[in-house]
T-cell receptor
């Protein structure tokens, strides 16, 4: 399975600012996803990061708030824009291997104050 | 109705007992089913996946799938305190590309 390096691991940010989270995979992967896990909750898919095209966003998530880049098959970024305390969550990138073996990065714990 | 449902728990079992975790899903066409373990403050790690009806065993873990009844379960034999974590059931729905839908998770506590 792939090894994913995600950074930063945590950050405390002021409201109104933006944070970019990076995800680097040690091999080329077609499928890369960004999830959010709010405190005490399960994982919610934000978007699928598509290489060479715009990300596909799930209901309730928009590009202006969560812009995503996927310049190649090993790297993606998620930006949380114009942050508010409600954005305080853990953000996780994930890569998939066909029908099996979905692996997660170590997560970014974001606190907005 | 949620697409993937789990009892939030906590499920408390004594050390050495069998822990049984259950999950139901709404999309009858779902093909792939996954169990993840998540320790507090950590990211989810894949324990098992199952595609076919019946049981799949891996060490102390057994996944059971019943597509007719739309449920999948995870049995943990000889439970250890180190098994204490939140267990997430994830389903790949039929027409969802390759992303997973997660249940809310069941918190398991194994008491020494």
């Amino acid at each position: 399975s792939a090894v994913i390096s995600q950074k930063p691991s945590r950050d405390i940010c002021q409201r109104g600012t933006s944070l970019t989270i990076q995800c680097q995979v040690d091999s080329q992967v077609t499928m890369m996803f960004w999830y959010r896990q709010q405190p005490g909750q399960s994982l919610t898919l934000i978007a699928t990061a598509n290489q060479g095209s715009e990300a596909t966003y799930e209901s309730g998530f928009v590009i202006d708030k969560f812009p995503i880049s996927r310049p190649n098959l090993t790297f993606s970024t998620l930006t949380v824009s114009n942050m508010s305390p409600e954005d305080s969550s853990i953000y996780l990138c994930s890569v998939g291997w066909g029908s099996a073996g979905y692996t997660f990065g170590s997560g970014t714990r974001l606190t907005v104050v | 109705q949620k697409e993937v449902e789990q009892n939030s728990g906590p499920l408390s079992v004594p050390e050495g007992a069998i822990a049984s975790l259950n999950c139901t899903y709404s999309d009858r066409g779902s093909q792939s089913f996954f169990w993840y373990r998540q320790y507090s403050g950590k990211s989810p790690e894949l324990i098992m996946f199952i595609y076919s009806n019946g049981d799949k065993e891996d060490g102390r873990f057994t996944a059971q799938l019943n597509k007719a009844s739309q449920y999948v379960s995870l049995l943990i034999r000889d439970s250890q305190p180190s098994d204490s974590a939140t267990y997430l059931c994830a389903v790949k729905p039929n027409n969802a590309g390759n992303m997973l839908t997660f249940g809310g998770g069941t918190r398991l506590m194994v008491k020494p």
